[in-house]
């Protein structure tokens, strides 16, 4: 805290400026000295005390609020996640908040005006674990790590059940809606499968996303699953 003061003390605009202002500064070299401390050490400081934070946002406002932080110099940030989803007889793949109606935000506590963020629109407020209301800060590196799988498309969230060899699923549309099936094997989105019709197995190929699983594979139904073929045709549900 003395620090932080000192800080303050020889860069009197601290308690305002942007994080962008004092990396500018710094990286002028200005090495004009007061009170024994040079203002290019500006930009160690800074960077050591800059921090991630927890924004709760208005219901559906999470893009709205990054736009008026950064509009503010903020550092703000809404991780995206893509979502698989099997929808009206197809799978999408949609992005969306990792973290709805929640965005982080980059600051230096000490040195900045943060409550400003509060009144920010489409911001409700910091998220705070203290009595005295002081926003609660992040583990340091974890966003820089979250950044990171985002960059990679490593935050994937998959809703689809993904069918493997030996499962018992029931077919879902179609005229053969309710029959009961075990997987003989998967091609992508292409089940082949061997379904009870009539008193009857028949093998079959249909669309995963028409196929509800009812019981995972077992070593019993996994055997008969590969076994060999009841008829030498097979038909598309």
């Not at 500006?42 to 005390?49: E, T």
């Not at 946002?57 to 990054?66: D, E, H, I, L, Y």
Request: glycine share 6%; net charge positive; proline share 5%.
């Amino acid at each position: 805290m003395l620090l932080a003061k000192k800080i303050a003390k020889l860069c009197p605009s601290a308690a305002t400026a942007s994080d962008a202002f004092f990396h500018k500064f710094a990286d002028s070299g200005f090495l004009a000295r007061r009170g024994g401390i040079s203002l290019f050490h500006c930009r160690p400081i800074m960077s050591a005390l800059i921090r991630w934070f927890v924004a709760k946002t208005k219901p559906g406002q999470s893009a709205v609020a990054v736009v008026n932080l950064q509009r503010q110099s903020f550092d703000a940030y809404a991780p995206q996640c893509v979502i698989e989803r099997a929808s009206k007889g197809r799978i999408t793949r949609t992005r969306e908040p990792l973290f709805p109606n929640y965005v982080l935000v980059q600051f230096a506590l000490s040195l900045t005006a943060w409550r400003s963020i509060n009144s920010t629109r489409g911001v409700n407020r910091l998220v705070s674990f203290s009595e005295d209301g002081t926003p609660s800060a992040l583990p340091d590196g974890e966003v820089e790590k979250l950044k990171q799988r985002e960059k990679s498309g490593d935050l994937f969230i998959s809703e689809v059940i993904r069918l493997r060899r030996g499962d018992r699923v029931r077919v879902a549309v179609g005229n053969a809606t309710d029959a009961l099936g075990d997987v003989v094997r998967t091609r992508g989105e292409r089940v082949e499968l061997l379904l009870n019709l009539l008193g009857a197995r028949v093998r079959c190929i249909a669309p995963q996303h028409t196929l509800h699983l009812v019981e995972r594979a077992t070593p019993a139904r996994s055997a008969v699953a590969i076994g060999p073929k009841p008829y030498s045709n097979t038909a598309a549900l």
